[in-house]
């Protein structure tokens, strides 16, 4: 079944080289990505799509991950000791694999992108490539549209607050003068790529910077215009050390970077062709060191590109449409309580419709028997189906209760506006616990039937969030099964703060039992395998960090426990190492869709247990946040997600087999047909529906 697979044949690692570094992995992980711009099966507006996830990804990484190295380098020695981290060394082999994807980068642009546009008669111009024509017509945009709105910001008077994270700004140089000037490229304002009047059959598009570029010394009157540059400013987000360690010495480190100002620089990323007396005025200006400093080409914010217009619209430029499918019980189901009360459901995103659950919310809030609704909300939408259910129930004076997660990196805003409205129109809103986020996706509505109160669930792998449901796969579970029922009422009663340890019995509820039950499952395959009996664990999640955890598989591979992987992001595991790990197989899939669902599977004598839910197998979800995963009971469903997960276990097309070194690897296919899981899962629960219809 896995004869495709290369092992990697070399001695047993040392112990300090047990496990990937995990920021240094996230960075093969975004190398993935950047495999499927340069993919040429894939059509050319989705590998330019690639391209605006890498760019994106990589904003945020040195956001988070290298604004976190940069502030741990500030702090003194003795204070960061027990981290065992090194930070600047780290920077410097992360800065270096950074370079070397840019280049990757730039080369896939260049060389395929802009080509393969050309082959289709669009076409991306320099300013000194316009015609006359469209030259005239830039002197008019530029007086009437764009001049406007740049803010000219002089380098002698101005400081490095004046650079707005993630805003492309333009170094202008001038002759026979040290200052500089720098301008601002309202492309939030104006869009970014400017349609150019062109002859029929032909679309011609120009970067904004570049327009500005062109007519940059209209801005100076008084001054020459020598050059100019194009920068970007990265900002710190906030520090969250506690998402990766523990201690009392943690607050030590807070303590000695309270000086410190939110959203310092974390990066510089400048044009490579800028001189390098240029780049130091510049680095000075932003007070940050020359590690801080990346070079890149003459246009920056790839993520633009998720916009680039495609003014052909011809379906081999685009992946094909794969539109939600009908779920057979779900669809025109007049009452989904009914529906629910007959047995457990499960709906796979984006595969079938959100709009099922939104139907179900808003059942519930017009419906006269249903008392309570209850819900933790990780990332909410600015405005959705959902949301506005929840209204309605308020508006019906049931009893709403909603957790809001106010530590939803990059989403706080949003969510401390949702909160405020929530309580303003009669919900119980509660916060963020100190210290412990809450990142489970569940629900609890409870109704009177016959006289007596009955709970119904939903436990999810993905946010309530309608948006991210079309591009992530996840997995959603309804069900009226007390077992769950209890648990998940137990889950809220620690939200509202009512009891501090939840009383559980079938639930997996991190920071509480999830540690300890997967440590015990392991453990019994690893008993299994000692026996000489069949055993097995096959696991899927978004990344996989937590060395304790990570030594448990290792403990199980060493025993001859067969151990399979989906990892779709970052994976500190190594895998394939003679006498550690020689049993363990990490598979990562990137296709069109974001794998994001978790699911565990444990053989248990044949009579698999299968967990699924909001965990990954990193400290932070284990140890610090509250997740929740819930037992598949119902055997159909069960079925089900496990066809799902074979189908991707056998993946040759979009998997990359991970090695000891890292390497990404494509899975090479063996005997019979190809296999492209995301494709192949449409069509089985197609079929499902089909069958069903």
């Given at each position: 079944m896995y004869g495709y697979i290369r092992f990697c044949k070399q001695q047993v690692l040392e112990i300090k080289e047990r496990y990937f570094d995990r920021d240094l992995d996230w960075l093969a992980f975004n190398e993935r990505v950047l495999q499927e711009a340069a993919n040429s099966t894939n059509p050319l507006y989705e590998r330019i799509k690639f391209l605006a996830?890498?760019?994106?990804?990589?904003?945020?990484?040195?956001?988070?991950?290298?604004?976190?190295?940069?502030?741990?380098?500030?702090?003194?020695?003795?204070?960061?000791?027990?981290?065992?981290?090194?930070?600047?060394?780290?920077?410097?082999?992360?800065?270096?694999?950074?370079?070397?994807?840019?280049?990757?980068?730039?080369?896939?642009?260049?060389?395929?992108?802009?080509?393969?546009?050309?082959?289709?008669?669009?076409?991306?111009?320099?300013?000194?490539?316009?015609?006359?024509?469209?030259?005239?017509?830039?002197?008019?945009?530029?007086?009437?549209?764009?001049?406007?709105?740049?803010?000219?910001?002089?380098?002698?008077?101005?400081?490095?607050?004046?650079?707005?994270?993630?805003?492309?700004?333009?170094?202008?140089?001038?002759?026979?003068?040290?200052?500089?000037?720098?301008?601002?490229?309202?492309?939030?304002?104006?869009?970014?790529?400017?349609?150019?009047?062109?002859?029929?059959?032909?679309?011609?598009?120009?970067?904004?910077?570049?327009?500005?570029?062109?007519?940059?010394?209209?801005?100076?009157?008084?001054?020459?215009?020598?050059?100019?540059?194009?920068?970007?400013?990265?900002?710190?987000?906030?520090?969250?050390?506690?998402?990766?360690?523990?201690?009392?010495?943690?607050?030590?480190?807070?303590?000695?970077?309270?000086?410190?100002?939110?959203?310092?620089?974390?990066?510089?990323?400048?044009?490579?062709?800028?001189?390098?007396?240029?780049?130091?005025?510049?680095?000075?200006?932003?007070?940050?060191?020359?590690?801080?400093?990346?070079?890149?080409?003459?246009?920056?914010?790839?993520?633009?590109?998720?916009?680039?217009?495609?003014?052909?619209?011809?379906?081999?430029?685009?992946?094909?449409?794969?539109?939600?499918?009908?779920?057979?019980?779900?669809?025109?189901?007049?009452?989904?309580?009914?529906?629910?009360?007959?047995?457990?459901?499960?709906?796979?995103?984006?595969?079938?419709?959100?709009?099922?659950?939104?139907?179900?919310?808003?059942?519930?809030?017009?419906?006269?028997?249903?008392?309570?609704?209850?819900?933790?909300?990780?990332?909410?939408?600015?405005?959705?189906?959902?949301?506005?259910?929840?209204?309605?129930?308020?508006?019906?004076?049931?009893?709403?209760?909603?957790?809001?997660?106010?530590?939803?990196?990059?989403?706080?805003?949003?969510n401390l506006l949702w909160g405020r409205t929530f309580e303003e129109k009669g919900a119980k809103v509660f916060y963020s616990f100190p210290n412990v986020k809450v990142h489970s996706k569940i629900m609890l509505i409870e109704r009177r039937e016959s006289g007596q109160p009955r709970g119904y669930a939903y436990i999810g792998t993905g946010n309530f969030n309608a948006n991210t449901s079309k591009i992530y796969c996840d997995h959603a579970l309804f069900t009226a099964s007390e077992k769950i029922t209890a648990d998940i009422k137990q889950v809220f009663r620690v939200l509202r703060r009512e009891v501090v340890v939840p009383k559980l019995k079938h639930l997996l509820v991190s920071p509480y039992n999830s540690r300890l039950s997967f440590e015990h499952f392991i453990q019994y395959e690893i008993d299994q395998a000692l026996r000489g009996l069949p055993s097995g664990i096959t696991a899927k999640m978004n990344s996989l960090e937590d060395k304790k955890m990570i030594d448990w598989l290792y403990k199980a591979s060493k025993a001859g426990v067969p151990v399979r992987l989906l990892v779709r992001g970052f994976c500190c595991l190594r895998p394939q190492v003679p006498g550690l790990s020689e049993n363990i197989v990490v598979t990562s899939i990137v296709d069109r869709f974001l794998e994001h669902g978790r699911v565990f599977i444990f053989h248990n004598q044949g009579d698999e247990r299968m967990y699924m839910g909001s965990a990954d197998w990193m400290t932070r979800n284990l140890d610090k946040r509250i997740e929740v995963l819930a037992p598949v009971l119902d055997k159909e469903l069960f079925e089900e997600l496990r066809q799902m997960m074979n189908l991707q276990l056998t993946d040759t097309v979009k998997a990359r087999i991970r090695d000891a070194q890292g390497n990404n690897t494509y899975a090479m296919p063996g005997k019979g047909e190809a296999v492209r899981s995301q494709y192949a899962i449409y069509d089985y629960l197609r079929g499902k529906s089909l069958s069903h219809g």
């Amino acid at each position: 079944m896995y004869g495709y697979i290369r092992f990697c044949k070399q001695q047993v690692l040392e112990i300090k080289e047990r496990y990937f570094d995990r920021d240094l992995d996230w960075l093969a992980f975004n190398e993935r990505v950047l495999q499927e711009a340069a993919n040429s099966t894939n059509p050319l507006y989705e590998r330019i799509k690639f391209l605006a996830i890498f760019s994106s990804n990589l904003d945020e990484f040195f956001r988070v991950r290298v604004s976190k190295l940069r502030q741990i380098r500030k702090v003194e020695k003795s204070v960061r000791k027990p981290l065992a981290l090194k930070p600047n060394k780290l920077l410097k082999r992360i800065l270096k694999e950074v370079d070397s994807q840019q280049e990757q980068f730039g080369t896939i642009y260049r060389e395929q992108i802009l080509p393969g546009l050309g082959t289709n008669g669009i076409a991306l111009l320099d300013f000194d490539d316009c015609t006359a024509i469209q030259k005239a017509h830039l002197v008019d945009l530029f007086r009437d549209m764009i001049q406007p709105r740049i803010t000219i910001m002089d380098g002698d008077t101005l400081n490095r607050d004046n650079f707005e994270d993630g805003t492309l700004y333009l170094t202008v140089r001038f002759e026979a003068e040290e200052g500089l000037a720098f301008l601002s490229v309202p492309a939030k304002e104006l869009g970014r790529f400017l349609s150019l009047p062109t002859k029929p059959g032909r679309y011609e598009y120009i970067f904004l910077e570049d327009v500005i570029r062109g007519f940059a010394q209209r801005l100076f009157s008084h001054r020459k215009v020598v050059a100019t540059y194009s920068i970007k400013v990265s900002r710190d987000a906030e520090l969250y050390l506690e998402d990766d360690y523990e201690g009392d010495w943690i607050r030590q480190i807070y303590d000695s970077l309270n000086k410190r100002q939110d959203g310092q620089p974390t990066r510089l990323l400048f044009e490579g062709t800028m001189p390098g007396e240029v780049q130091h005025q510049v680095r000075k200006l932003l007070g940050i060191g020359k590690v801080d400093m990346v070079k890149g080409g003459a246009h920056h914010n790839f993520s633009d590109f998720f916009a680039f217009p495609n003014p052909l619209g011809y379906p081999c430029l685009e992946y094909k449409p794969l539109p939600p499918l009908t779920h057979q019980d779900f669809e025109n189901c007049p009452d989904i309580f009914a529906l629910l009360s007959a047995g457990d459901r499960i709906l796979h995103f984006p595969y079938q419709s959100f709009g099922y659950l939104e139907q179900w919310v808003r059942q519930a809030a017009f419906d006269v028997d249903v008392s309570s609704i209850n819900i933790s909300l990780y990332r909410i939408a600015k405005d959705s189906a959902l949301t506005t259910a929840l209204l309605n129930a308020l508006e019906r004076k049931k009893e709403v209760t909603i957790f809001v997660e106010a530590k939803a990196r990059f989403d706080e805003e949003n969510n401390l506006l949702w909160g405020r409205t929530f309580e303003e129109k009669g919900a119980k809103v509660f916060y963020s616990f100190p210290n412990v986020k809450v990142h489970s996706k569940i629900m609890l509505i409870e109704r009177r039937e016959s006289g007596q109160p009955r709970g119904y669930a939903y436990i999810g792998t993905g946010n309530f969030n309608a948006n991210t449901s079309k591009i992530y796969c996840d997995h959603a579970l309804f069900t009226a099964s007390e077992k769950i029922t209890a648990d998940i009422k137990q889950v809220f009663r620690v939200l509202r703060r009512e009891v501090v340890v939840p009383k559980l019995k079938h639930l997996l509820v991190s920071p509480y039992n999830s540690r300890l039950s997967f440590e015990h499952f392991i453990q019994y395959e690893i008993d299994q395998a000692l026996r000489g009996l069949p055993s097995g664990i096959t696991a899927k999640m978004n990344s996989l960090e937590d060395k304790k955890m990570i030594d448990w598989l290792y403990k199980a591979s060493k025993a001859g426990v067969p151990v399979r992987l989906l990892v779709r992001g970052f994976c500190c595991l190594r895998p394939q190492v003679p006498g550690l790990s020689e049993n363990i197989v990490v598979t990562s899939i990137v296709d069109r869709f974001l794998e994001h669902g978790r699911v565990f599977i444990f053989h248990n004598q044949g009579d698999e247990r299968m967990y699924m839910g909001s965990a990954d197998w990193m400290t932070r979800n284990l140890d610090k946040r509250i997740e929740v995963l819930a037992p598949v009971l119902d055997k159909e469903l069960f079925e089900e997600l496990r066809q799902m997960m074979n189908l991707q276990l056998t993946d040759t097309v979009k998997a990359r087999i991970r090695d000891a070194q890292g390497n990404n690897t494509y899975a090479m296919p063996g005997k019979g047909e190809a296999v492209r899981s995301q494709y192949a899962i449409y069509d089985y629960l197609r079929g499902k529906s089909l069958s069903h219809g």
